[in-house]
């Protein structure tokens, strides 16, 4: 109800089901507050501006979405089945063999490097069925996606890398941060300091690889043990 709750305005209560799911981690990066340093939700929720040459660091879910989202020409084609059928080379009229044309595709309006610090293949943690897709979709924008990335400094000549014994700097204008979350426990911890009984359940109790379906299911547990 537009109101943050304290542990003093449920006191009273029997039982506290503590659902305040997480808050986005800012890694240890030197000149990580930088200018050019946005986060995730400062782009995604509160339309900060970002600039033509764009890392993002990270290459989660969120980083995918984020890569995708920046590189979007604003076609619609997600929703506009003509435009999507062309990008991905599908010829309705099955003229050419197999039903498929060359792709055609517009020119994305930034230059994005999808970047993470494990050395697996970027995406590996997306849906079986569906991360092929989202590989392919920023391969066919143009975003380079590099795994086992350092990363050493943010300043104004763009962000400082190392992928394996090599440096570089990429002159970037902005640097997203999609590096993982943290459980947003204040609230929890104060309900336990004064002794009001609390249950922590979705990203408030694990943030790291959020899953809807764990959620759901704390949750249904909890309510039917109460």
Request: charged share 25%.
């Given at each position: 109800?537009?109101?943050?709750?304290?542990a003093?305005?449920?006191?009273?209560?029997?039982?506290?089901?503590?659902a305040?799911g997480?808050s986005?981690?800012?890694?240890?990066i030197?000149?990580?507050?930088?200018p050019?340093?946005v986060?995730?939700?400062?782009?995604?929720?509160?339309?900060?501006p970002?600039?033509?040459?764009?890392a993002?660091?990270?290459?989660g879910g969120?980083?995918f979405?984020?890569?995708?989202?920046?590189t979007?020409?604003?076609d619609?084609?997600s929703?506009?089945?003509a435009?999507?059928?062309?990008?991905?080379g599908?010829?309705?009229e099955?003229?050419a063999p197999g039903g498929l044309g060359?792709?055609e595709r517009?020119?994305?309006?930034?230059t994005v490097h999808?970047l993470?610090?494990?050395?697996?293949k970027?995406?590996?943690g997306l849906g079986?069925t569906?991360?092929?897709i989202?590989?392919?979709?920023?391969?066919?924008?143009?975003?380079?996606?590099?795994?086992?990335?350092?990363y050493d400094?943010?300043d104004?000549?763009?962000l400082?890398?190392t992928?394996?014994?090599e440096s570089?700097?990429l002159?970037?204008d902005?640097v997203?941060?999609?590096?993982?979350?943290?459980?947003?426990?204040d609230?929890?911890d104060?309900?336990?300091?004064?002794?009001?009984k609390?249950?922590?359940i979705g990203?408030?109790?694990?943030a790291?690889?959020?899953?809807?379906?764990r959620?759901?299911?704390q949750?249904?547990?909890?309510a039917?043990?109460?």
């Amino acid at each position: 109800l537009d109101t943050r709750v304290t542990a003093d305005d449920l006191t009273g209560y029997d039982d506290v089901v503590v659902a305040t799911g997480v808050s986005p981690r800012v890694p240890d990066i030197p000149g990580v507050d930088h200018p050019s340093v946005v986060g995730y939700l400062d782009v995604l929720r509160d339309g900060a501006p970002v600039g033509d040459r764009v890392a993002v660091l990270g290459a989660g879910g969120i980083g995918f979405d984020v890569a995708e989202f920046l590189t979007d020409g604003g076609d619609g084609a997600s929703e506009d089945p003509a435009t999507y059928f062309r990008q991905w080379g599908v010829d309705m009229e099955y003229a050419a063999p197999g039903g498929l044309g060359a792709p055609e595709r517009p020119a994305p309006p930034r230059t994005v490097h999808l970047l993470q610090r494990k050395t697996t293949k970027v995406g590996a943690g997306l849906g079986k069925t569906t991360g092929w897709i989202h590989r392919t979709e920023l391969r066919h924008r143009g975003v380079t996606m590099v795994p086992g990335v350092r990363y050493d400094l943010i300043d104004d000549a763009g962000l400082h890398v190392t992928v394996g014994e090599e440096s570089t700097v990429l002159e970037v204008d902005t640097v997203v941060l999609c590096t993982g979350q943290d459980p947003r426990r204040d609230l929890y911890d104060d309900l336990l300091a004064a002794g009001t009984k609390a249950h922590l359940i979705g990203g408030a109790d694990v943030a790291a690889e959020l899953d809807a379906k764990r959620a759901i299911k704390q949750g249904t547990e909890v309510a039917a043990s109460l």
